[in-house]
């Protein structure tokens, strides 16, 4: 078997297991999964207790990847993600001790509930893929995903995260609450799963990337692309449009899209896949409402850019 069909059967039997334990959410699986391929970070953002934290982790599992796990709270530091200085008496020295964004999958459960400081200490990890520490730049592993969790801004003891970092999340997603058959089944203990295997390691995920990045985008699916972000700015609903950097991240989750649905260049419908997810948390509506204006008026955008 050559590389390609090893690596889209390994991502159909990611796809397969992860839908067994985040049941009746075969969307917003894959569009986890074009996250990732798409080296980019993702947003859960929901209500407590829908499944955000047990995607997270059967991700992790699934992918085989090193993973950490940080609580964020009102009272956690920079130093705490990052890492601190010790000093070793023997050596007469400091040492620097490595946090847990040393992972190769790292989670920030409740990203929100933590203050702004805090929560801007994954910026440059997240954009550069190291961090710096007393003027010593450390390298982060590589694969490095990063997911966040956070609840809604109306819950108490949230805070609303930054443009300059909400930027830096590729996709946001909601999973919402489960459809009622697939909820009687998660109450019967059928998508408990606590020995769950990984189906690849971080040498084929990183494969996988590449695969991705190299799925063919025709120019006039660029066209497409670029005529969607240009929309975004002169759409009258949003205070400002999308940049070149959400431009690039829509390209690169729609290669990412259709590697996952098995096909070897994208089509406009790849695109429409991912654009409410790497679009929505990137526009602020111009006049009142919240995701559910922005959504509908990128659903109107959609309609009404001309496909190739």
């Known amino acids: 078997m050559t590389a390609r069909p090893r690596i889209v059967a390994s991502l159909a039997e990611a796809q397969a297991q992860l839908g067994r334990i985040v049941l009746g959410k075969p969307q917003q699986v894959r569009l986890a999964l074009a996250c990732m ?15 955000k934290t047990t995607l997270a982790h059967a991700l992790a599992r699934t992918l085989g990847l090193q993973y950490q796990r940080v609580q964020f709270t009102s009272d956690l530091l920079p130093a705490d993600l990052i890492g601190v200085s010790v000093f070793v008496r023997d050596a007469g020295e400091f040492r620097f001790h490595r946090g847990p964004v040393f992972a190769q999958m790292v989670l920030a459960d409740e990203i929100n509930r933590a203050p702004p400081k805090t929560q801007s200490a994954l910026l440059e990890a997240m954009a550069e893929r190291q961090v710096t520490h007393d003027g010593t730049t450390h390298a982060l592993p590589s694969p490095f995903f990063v997911i966040a969790t956070q609840n809604p801004l109306e819950q108490i003891g949230t805070h609303a995260l930054p443009e300059s970092q909400l930027d830096r999340f590729t996709m946001r997603l909601s999973l919402g609450y489960p459809d009622p058959a697939f909820e009687r089944v998660l109450y019967l203990g059928g998508a408990s799963a606590p020995e769950l295997p990984a ?24 066209d497409y692309v670029l005529a969607l972000v240009q929309a975004t700015r002169s759409h009258g609903g949003f205070a400002a449009g ?24 994208v089509l406009p419908e790849d695109v429409q896949a991912v654009f409410t997810a790497v679009a929505a ?7 009142a409402g919240g995701h559910a204006a922005v959504d509908t008026q990128l659903a109107a955008l959609l309609a009404g850019v001309a496909i190739p």
């Open 37 to 51: 391929l798409a080296r980019g970070h993702l947003l859960l953002e929901d209500v407590p207790g829908v499944g």
């Open 199 to 222: 189906v690849m390691d971080g040498a084929q995920v990183l494969a996988q990337q590449e695969a991705a990045a190299q799925v063919y985008a025709s120019p006039a699916l660029v």
């Open 242 to 265: 999308l940049s070149p950097r959400a431009g690039l991240a829509l390209l690169a989750c729609a290669r990412a899209w259709a590697l996952l649905v098995q096909r070897d260049m």
């Open 281 to 287: 948390h990137r526009l602020l509506p111009a006049g």
